[in-house]
């Protein structure tokens, strides 16, 4: 099947929408493959951490993001050799991520390697800028919202049954100033494709959202791809 015939699917949004989960589900269902965009800005950010590379250096980041051993084997995350799939999932990378990826440079990086999940017979690509940049010409793009309150309860309820010890005001705040960078970065900002259809799930159970975008997949023809 030639690339540009491979169905896509976008589902972009802010950090807590649920965006992660209702990707992974609908790549389940279909049986399509799977792009975590927001995982390779997350190893990135740790990586400079862990190097000692500055944050606000634009080339030497993007520079480390051309070179990145990154492979996906199932749901773990193998970063030069090394298992990544718990480190990239805490609160303090998800800053980091954010940190790294307003950079222009560090985004052109990423592209290409975002670019080459695509493969028969479909793909589910999940972030913050899928729809509008990324694959800009997708079968169907859908932005995952919620409140910024919702967002930090969902993640409070998250780490307290991980034992973690947070602070719910903490949390908000965390992802209120992430909510902010992101949204008002020069390049490429976080905000619905103008042919992305919004979901709310505020209220909704991720259970609720997967049937009401799956009745939208099936609306297309794209759950009879093969």
């Not at 990586?47 to 080339?59: A, M, P, V, W, Y």
């Not at 800053?95 to 017979?121: C, E, K």
Request: charged share 25%.
């Amino acid at each position: 099947m030639n690339s540009n015939s491979i169905p896509v699917i976008t589902i972009d949004g802010p950090s807590g929408s649920g965006k992660g989960t209702l990707a992974r589900a609908l790549a389940d269902r279909l049986g399509w493959s799977l792009l975590d965009s927001g995982a390779l800005y997350r190893i990135i950010g740790a990586q400079c951490l862990s190097r000692g590379i500055n944050f606000d250096d634009e080339t030497a980041v993007a520079d480390l993001a051309q070179v990145l051993d990154i492979r996906f084997v199932g749901t773990a995350v193998w970063v030069e050799g090394l298992n990544m799939t718990e480190e990239i999932r805490t609160e303090d990378a998800g800053v980091n991520a954010s940190r790294v990826a307003h950079w222009p440079a560090v985004r052109d990086a990423v592209l290409g390697l975002q670019r080459s999940f695509l493969q028969a017979p479909g793909l589910i690509a999940d972030g913050r800028d899928m729809g509008t940049v990324v694959f800009p010409d997708a079968a169907l793009k859908f932005f995952l919202d919620a409140s910024a309150q919702e967002r930090a309860e969902r993640r409070y309820k998250q780490l307290k049954n991980k034992g973690l010890s947070v602070s719910l005001r903490g949390l908000l705040e965390q992802i209120q100033e992430r909510d902010a960078r992101d949204r008002e970065r020069a390049v490429a900002p976080l905000k619905p494709a103008r042919d992305a259809l919004v979901v709310d799930s505020t209220s909704m159970s991720i259970e609720l959202v997967l049937e009401e975008v799956m009745a939208e997949v099936s609306k297309r023809g794209l759950n009879l791809v093969q």
